[in-house]
């Protein structure tokens, strides 16, 4: 089949869902979309969902997963996360690349930190750690126009909510029949779904993501604030911050390279190697720099710091230190990370005085 396209259902503790799949690659990428999954399911759209996933064909498997079929109104989004895991159980999938966006970017966190052993890197988008008031007001309001049948509100205030000033004035020319587009037959899964989104709050256990992790904001967004993204990489430690400036909650919508932002992510190197490799070198820079402050002049010293002197020199010029000290440069290492030795001012200093000291 085209894409090698599946529509699929899984049955998993007691519980069914909607997923499609498409690409035939080794890696599992599993996609968890917003609260628009309660107005419509993926049920049979693999063929319309592939196509901006092209780029990942070769190297994933990707997966997109509905919410759970008749899903409680009391159903929160850790229990989200525990149906998702469940799902990829029973398909196999035992550990994979998670994306979610918006509500879905919710439940992905949970994923990660109520089951790491499944996440292997993790990408939020447009989400929110908790439901802050921007998010409270929005979803309350949506859930009154659902309650209501109002479907023409509810899709012109998500859409005013979401895309950005050039988008709308394209979008609106659609208001008068906007009504008329995707409206269920009942709102009850809908208004579960906006109501998980209220009882959410992660900010305790976010702490405890260590996988990579990319998350992806749009610097005027609506919906969840401007500021969730910032709050979640305050929050996640190691987290990789790329944010839309004039794009809103859609911004993985009109942003060009949205998904070779994201692929480039799933693509590059654990960082863990890389970060080992900066702590070594820190080592040895700070060990050096305590024998120099101590003015011991033994033998022992002395050939220490001539050993030390060579591996720092070699490290400082190679392209290993030019690609840490430009990941640096841009935010991708650890706020916690220790990294004298990137300081090109500090390590050539260090090396000067390892010269003086040798040529004593």
Same mark, same amino acid.
């Given at each position: 089949?085209?894409?090698? =396209? ?7 503790? %007691? ?8 690409? /035939? ?8 979309? %917003? ?10 759209? /693999? ?37 998702? /895991? ?15 966006? @918006? ?28 439901? $802050? ?11 009154? &126009? =659902? ?6 509100? *509810? ?8 895309? @950005? ?14 009504? *008329? ?25 976010? %702490? ?11 610097? !005027? ?6 500021? =969730?993204? $910032? ?9 990789? *911050? ?20 994201? &692929? ?24 050096? =720099?305590?024998?120099? @402050? ?13 050993? $030390?002197?060579?591996?720092? !020199?070699?490290?400082?010029?190679? !392209? ?24 090109? !001012? ?15």
């Amino acid at each position: 089949m085209l894409y090698n =396209a599946v529509n699929g259902r899984v049955n998993a503790s %007691g519980m069914s869902m909607s997923y499609v799949s498409f690409g /035939a690659g080794k890696k599992a990428l599993v996609i968890l979309p %917003g609260l628009s999954d309660g107005l419509a399911t993926v049920k049979g759209k /693999a063929l319309l969902l592939a196509p901006p996933y092209k780029a990942f064909f070769k190297d994933y498997t990707v997966y997109i997963f509905s919410r759970r079929d008749g899903l409680p109104e009391t159903h929160t989004i850790r229990d989200m996360a525990a149906d998702q /895991a469940a799902a990829m159980a029973e398909l196999g999938i035992g550990r994979a690349c998670v994306m979610g966006v @918006s509500e879905g970017g919710m439940i992905a966190q949970a994923l990660a930190v109520g089951y790491p052993q499944l996440v292997e890197k993790l990408v939020v988008a447009v989400s929110a750690p908790y439901a $802050n008031d921007t998010v409270c007001d929005n979803v309350a309001r949506w859930i009154g &126009f =659902a309650g209501d049948k109002e479907h023409k509100k *509810l899709m012109i205030d998500t859409a005013e909510k979401s895309y @950005s000033p050039a988008r709308l004035k394209k979008y609106r020319l659609i208001y008068p029949v906007i009504g *008329l587009i995707g409206r269920p037959k009942d709102y009850g899964r809908f208004i579960a779904n906006a109501k998980a989104i209220l009882g959410f709050d992660l900010r305790d256990g976010l %702490g405890k993501i260590k996988c990579p992790t990319l998350l992806i904001g749009g610097g !005027d967004d609506k919906t969840v604030g401007a500021d =969730a993204a $910032n709050e979640l990489h305050s929050l996640i430690p190691g987290s990789t *911050l790329h944010v839309y400036p004039g794009l809103g909650h859609a911004a993985y919508e009109e942003a060009k390279d949205f998904y070779r932002v994201v &692929f480039d992510f799933l693509q590059a190197p654990d960082r863990g190697e890389q970060i080992a490799r900066i702590s070594r070198y820190e080592r040895i820079m700070c060990r050096t =720099a305590e024998i120099l @402050s101590s003015g011991d002049r033994s033998p022992e010293a002395r050939k220490e710091i001539e050993e $030390n002197a060579k591996i720092l !020199d070699a490290y400082y010029g190679s !392209d290993e230190w030019k690609r840490d000290f430009e990941d640096d440069e841009a935010g991708l290492l650890p706020k916690d990370l220790r990294r004298g030795v990137l300081s090109e !001012d500090g390590l050539y200093d260090l090396l000067e005085r390892c010269r003086e000291y040798l040529e004593e």
